[in-house]
């Protein structure tokens, strides 16, 4: 899954990576949680012939997809992922997949280790090398009965990589570059055209580092959340399991 995560690149570099013109500024995040506004990059207007104009464009929007045909989300439950290798079959997703599938711009991911009863462990997931990472992304725009009208939007995840299922079993799917453009054609490419892209990363592509419960704690957005600790031993059972607190609503 992923619950948390970082874009602190520059606006200037994710321009340049994900082939766009223009994009409004943005100080470094450290700590998106869930309901929070996040950065998705989307199929745009074909330019016409000879234009270097790019074909896509960023869109805000809300991390927290709600279906079109939901009428009341004071029930509804919060989707910030969905199983890549089941979305085109789950009434929630199905549209999204065939006609709205965005790209996740991003430095890295926050994982937890949970041992049974144990206290659990964070960890910073970031490439080893560096740089700025593409999610999978739908995106689903949705209207309110008052005729609010917002963006919503949802990680794609997939198994974890051999080097990451100490941690957990499940992660975001990582598109490549090379990849961007096929991943984004919702016209000619249908979810079983692009299946293939929706794979774990190659081993040893992240490295997780073991960080405090500072990432815990929404309201703790600053670097320090990153910093390297030294993993504690495994711990009684009286320890307390964690899931992440303080998520922002919108309702």
């Not at 580092?209 to 990153?226: D, F, L, W, Y």
Request: aromatic share 10%; proline share 9%.
């Amino acid at each position: 899954m992923c619950g948390r995560f970082s874009l602190l690149d520059p606006p200037e570099e994710v321009m340049s990576y994900f082939g766009l013109m223009e994009l409004d500024d943005f100080p470094p995040r450290y700590n998106i949680a869930p309901t929070q506004p996040i950065l998705m990059m989307i199929a745009g207007e074909t330019p016409p012939p000879g234009s270097n104009r790019p074909d896509r464009r960023a869109l805000l929007v809300r991390w927290g997809f709600i279906p079109g045909w939901v009428k009341d989300t004071a029930n509804y439950p919060l989707m910030i992922n969905a199983r890549s290798e089941t979305a085109i079959d789950k009434a929630s997703f199905t549209a999204a997949m065939r006609h709205r599938r965005a790209l996740i711009p991003a430095s890295g991911f926050y994982e937890w280790r949970r041992d049974g009863k144990a206290k659990s462990q964070a960890y910073w997931v970031r490439p080893r090398n560096g740089g700025i990472i593409a999610f999978a992304g739908l995106y689903e725009p949705w209207g309110n009965a008052e005729g609010s009208e917002m963006d919503t939007g949802a990680i794609l995840t997939t198994s974890s990589s051999e080097d990451l299922r100490f941690i957990h079993d499940r992660m975001p799917v990582v598109i490549e570059q090379k990849n961007f453009t096929r991943w984004l054609d919702c016209k000619s490419q249908e979810p079983r055209h692009v299946a293939d892209l929706m794979k774990p990363a190659q081993a040893d592509f992240f490295e997780a580092i073991p960080v405090s419960e500072k990432v815990n704690h929404v309201a703790n957005t600053g670097p320090e959340i990153q910093d390297r600790v030294i993993e504690p031993a495994k711990q009684s059972a009286r320890g307390k399991s964690y899931e992440p607190e303080g998520q922002l609503k919108l309702f």
